[in-house]
């Protein structure tokens, strides 16, 4: 019991401190810093209680597994940046508002998602200072598999 309070607190510290959605994958490895022996299986665990509870929401980006933000985040309306080189998602501020415009004429919309794809600060810093930017296209994705 109070074993598992404590994983519980920390996955949930681990997904506020990151401000940002985190997959499972991400929130594991977070966590292990501070409960070294929880397993990936718990993390899930958590995470359906997490979210049976109403304290995460899920983040699914089109194609994407879900990744988890914190309740009080995903209240307010926003959006999402992924990063595609590091396969990190970002939180965006900022919303064109409404869209009336691109829906056909007639139609109502009553919201919308949008996703900005690129790199984050961190990966373009990376990538400044080498001779020629590669073209822009598809970028090899990372193919992650979650365990189960
Ligand atoms: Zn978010
Ligand atoms: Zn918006
Ligand atoms: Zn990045």
Redesign the pocket.
């Known amino acids: 019991m109070e074993r598992s309070t404590r994983q519980r607190t920390a996955i949930r510290a681990a997904i506020e401190a990151a401000g940002r959605p985190l997959s499972p994958q991400e929130i594991h490895d977070a966590v292990r810093a501070t409960v070294p022996e929880i397993g990936i299986a718990t993390i899930y665990r958590n995470l359906k209680l997490l979210l049976a509870e109403g304290e995460v929401l899920a983040v699914t980006l089109p194609g994407e597994n879900p990744r988890y933000e914190t309740a009080h985040l995903a209240h307010h309306?926003?959006?999402h940046f992924h990063c595609v080189p590091c396969d990190r998602v970002f939180e965006v501020a900022g919303?064109?508002?409404r869209m009336d415009d691109l829906a056909p004429a007639g139609f109502v919309i009553d919201r919308?998602e949008?996703t900005l794809y690129g790199e984050c600060a961190e990966c373009a810093a990376k990538h400044k200072g080498k001779a020629a930017p590669a073209a822009p296209g598809p970028s090899p994705r990372p193919a992650r598999q979650h365990k189960h």
């Open positions: 309306h926003h959006h919303c064109p508002g919308h949008l």
